[in-house]
Each structure stands twice: as structure tokens, then as C-alpha cells.
């Protein structure tokens, strides 16, 4: 059975950092690229962040130099170090492969003082 498991996710004060996991399990995961997506109430969901197989990172305009994306193909895992967290970055943040799997329930993000 293929799952996707995100975990991490909590209440931040403006400025601070989370980090953010999900671990993929019952599907290869080393060949694939992993992405991090969000959704803030009453909005769409976007792609935060990208890794391919290789490595190889994109990140949102709204990421850049604050996020980081990494990951553990050994684990199964993809990571996002979030820093200098706004209160803009609050959403259920999610991650699935390229092509997709079926959708975890995604961690909630919440920047608040």
C-alpha cells in the first residue's frame, strides 16, 4: 500500500523555524522528484518546493532564501527547513511525488505570535 506521511508541523512565532517531514512508503522513492506544496484557507494549493532525483532544487519566489529542501532516499524521506517563518507561510502543507501518489493529510503550519 502506498503512503505518504507528513509530520512536523506546529504553531511558530514569526522569524522562527520548523522543519518538515514525510516519509513515502510502499512505491520506489529514489527515482522520483519530490515536492512540497501548501494551502492557506480559501486558497489553491501551490508548489513550494522541488527536489529531483539528482538533487537538483527549486523553490518558490516566496521560498527562496528562507526554505530548504532535502532528502533521505535511504529513509524514504523528504525534508523542509523552513526559516525566518511569516505569518504568510501559515497553510496544510503537503508532499507527493512527480507524477503524484494520492495525498496525505498534509501538517498543519501555523505563524503566529
Known amino acids: 500500500q502506498v503512503r505518504v506521511v507528513e509530520s512536523g508541523g506546529g504553531l511558530v512565532q514569526p522569524g522562527g523555524s520548523l522543519r518538515l517531514s514525510c516519509e513515502v512508503s510502499?512505491?520506489?522513492?529514489?527515482?522520483?522528484?519530490m515536492n512540497w506544496y501548501r494551502q492557506a484557507p480559501g486558497k489553491e494549493r501551490e508548489l513550494v518546493a522541488s527536489?529531483?532525483?539528482?538533487?537538483?532544487?527549486n523553490l518558490a519566489d516566496s521560498a527562496k532564501g528562507r526554505f530548504t529542501i532535502s532528502r533521505d532516499n535511504a529513509k524514504k524521506t523528504v525534508y523542509l527547513q523552513m526559516n525566518s517563518a511569516k505569518p504568510e507561510d501559515t497553510a496544510v502543507y503537503y508532499c507527493?511525488?512527480?507524477?503524484?501518489?494520492?495525498w496525505g493529510q498534509g501538517t498543519q503550519v501555523t505563524v503566529s505570535s
Open positions: 527536489i529531483n532525483r539528482s538533487g537538483g532544487t
Open positions: 507527493n511525488r512527480s507524477p503524484p501518489l494520492d
Open positions: 510502499g512505491t520506489i522513492f529514489s527515482m522520483y522528484t
